[in-house]
């Protein structure tokens, strides 16, 4: 049973050591919905809309610089509640669901807000979850337009290329819609931008023409 020199250990499989990191996080989650203050050593109590959530710092900070820093001796009193009021209940709790188990429920109706959510914590694994929910997103001729200024401002690579992909799928189409003198320039600048057929530009440089005429 023993290695030839000692200080060889025993290496797990990838599924044992997958399955057995899983359980521990379900028991960490199981702890943090029950929400009992007695037996859950909670260190940290968020409020928001009168509600409130008891929670581990520890799985905050060691995910979230700007959230060790918030909650830092510098910033908060022990004991003292720290009100959230940029986020609802159900947001804040899909969040808070993220930090202990690396999963939580993406909507339509959350999507904003949870990308806003993972971007002002800093939380970069929850940001490339919500980029490629949004990349999987039906985009339509109506919001392509819009789908690139969000991808824009939050550094959604993902997006931005499922934006361009659905683009080049449909060019002709894009190109005499109506909203396209409506698009914002740099929107069309990134189109632009692209290497394409001389076939394409000269449809894409059809509609620029009809927007900046």
Sequence with gaps: MSSSDGNTGYNREGTDLLRTFRTMQNERYKIFQQQDIDKGRFDVTFE????????HSIFLTSLSEPMDSWLSDRWTTKDEVVKIEAYSYDEFYEFLTFVY???????DKNIVKMTDVAEFYDVQCLKELCDEFLAKKEMTVETIDELFDFARKYSLPKLRNSVRSFF?????????????????????????AVDISLYKKEILFEGVNIQMG
């Design 48 to 55: 928001i809309e009168g509600k409130k959530l008891y929670v």
């Design 101 to 107: 188990t690396s999963e939580c429920k993406l909507t």
């Design 168 to 192: 080049w799928n449909h060019y002709e189409i894009m190109c005499k819609f109506d909203a396209f003198i409506y698009f914002e320039k740099p929107f069309v600048a990134y189109l632009l």
